[in-house]
């Protein structure tokens, strides 16, 4: 494809495809690695930014399932734009994200691999900041029964996906509010209601979790 793109001039399309567990996520990284290797740019800064597109999508968008602990949960549409042999910008389009596997999974999967590794690599003082205890402390977490992938590190993984946000420009800031958010999602995940009487035989709720509205 790169060659006919290349002599020809024309534009390439390679679908990736197979079932859970077949390898289209590191089957895309070679191809990105290749295209990554012949380009004729002098500046490896857009190649390295494609590069480093893959952890940060894999830690908001694939997750262990029964067939496979690294399934990518969604699917996506990845341009990347030549010009004379140079790389010149990239365009990902992602679609079909499994929402609900962020309030639900079967068990023996996990959720999203971000929430395990933000709880696994956030320095002490920001775990404090926003309030985190362990994963099998959540309920969005613990539905699978295990937490943890066997030879998956989760700290390290945290500080791959640290060095791509950085690499693709997020500042301190944007990074601090996406984990606030993640943070919130967590505790909102544990927050329970109790039933209450109420007068002339009618019923209600109460939030039964003071700790998690805080």
């Known amino acids: 494809a790169y060659s006919r793109m290349a002599t020809l001039h024309e534009n390439q399309c390679v679908v990736i495809s197979g079932e859970s567990g ?7 990284k070679l191809i990105m690695q290749y295209l990554a290797a012949v380009n004729k740019s002098s500046s490896n800064l857009i190649t390295e930014q ?5 952890p940060l999508l894999e830690s908001f968008g694939n997750a262990k399932t029964v067939r496979n602990d690294n399934s990518s949960r969604f699917g996506k ?14 365009k990902i389009t992602e679609y079909l994200l499994e929402k609900s596997r962020i309030v639900t999974h079967a068990p023996e999967e996990r959720n999203y691999h971000v929430f395990y ?6 320095p002490e003082d920001q775990r404090q900041k926003f309030g985190l205890m362990s994963a ?37 800031e ?29 019923e209600g709720v109460e939030v039964g979790s003071d700790v998690e509205i805080k």
């Open 136 to 172: 099998e402390k959540y309920f969005y977490l613990n539905e699978g029964g295990s937490c943890i992938i066997d030879g998956k590190i989760d700290k390290d993984d945290y500080q791959s996906l640290m060095s791509a946000m950085q690499v693709l420009g997020f500042t301190s």
């Open 174 to 202: 944007e990074q601090d509010v996406i984990f606030k958010i993640i943070s919130s999602i967590l505790h909102l995940g544990n927050v329970y209601f109790h039933r209450k009487q109420l007068k002339h035989g009618q």
């Open 117 to 122: 590794e933000m709880l696994s690599g956030l």
């Open 22 to 28: 077949a390898g289209k996520t590191e089957s895309t």
């Open 50 to 54: 494609i590069l480093e597109a893959s």
């Open 77 to 90: 549409y990845l341009e990347v734009l030549f010009k004379d042999g140079v790389i010149t910008g990239a």
